[in-house]
């Protein structure tokens, strides 16, 4: 679970510093914010099942209800980004948000 959230975090950094060289402070701020829009939620809801792990108190339901959250948590973090941050670069934003999105399948791809 952790290593999944980790390689969402590299891969969000990289789109971040390939942003910054595409469309400036800007476009890397963005792809930064996306990515911590995919990376947060993930985070918290790996947290939140390696606590329900270790107590034993881990169900079909819990999951679900933590999936659940997780993509609001995610949808509610664009709407903030889209709202707060004026100067959004929505392709760099985009970019970030697929490559932390797709980071794991690079990983397999990579290994493969």
Same mark, same amino acid.
């Given at each position: 679970?952790?290593?999944?959230?980790?390689?969402?975090?590299?891969a969000?950094?990289?789109?971040?510093?390939? *942003?910054?060289?595409? *469309?400036?402070?800007?476009g =890397?701020?963005? =792809?930064?914010?996306g990515? =911590?829009?995919?990376?947060?939620?993930?985070?918290?809801?790996a947290?939140?099942?390696?606590?329900? =792990?270790?107590?034993?108190?881990?169900?079909?339901?819990?999951?679900?209800v933590?999936?659940?959250?997780?993509?609001?948590?995610?949808?509610?973090?664009?709407?903030?980004?889209?709202?707060?941050?004026?100067?959004?670069?929505?392709? *760099?934003?985009?970019?970030?948000?697929?490559?932390?999105?797709?980071?794991?399948?690079f990983?397999?791809?990579?290994? *493969?």
């Amino acid at each position: 679970m952790f290593r999944a959230v980790l390689h969402q975090s590299v891969a969000t950094l990289l789109a971040a510093g390939l *942003a910054w060289i595409w *469309a400036g402070q800007h476009g =890397a701020v963005s =792809a930064g914010l996306g990515g =911590a829009a995919i990376v947060i939620p993930n985070l918290l809801f790996a947290l939140s099942l390696w606590a329900a =792990a270790r107590s034993g108190r881990t169900s079909v339901a819990g999951f679900f209800v933590g999936e659940f959250i997780k993509v609001a948590a995610t949808l509610a973090l664009l709407v903030i980004v889209a709202g707060a941050y004026r100067d959004l670069h929505w392709l *760099a934003l985009l970019a970030g948000m697929f490559v932390a999105l797709k980071a794991n399948l690079f990983v397999i791809l990579i290994k *493969a």
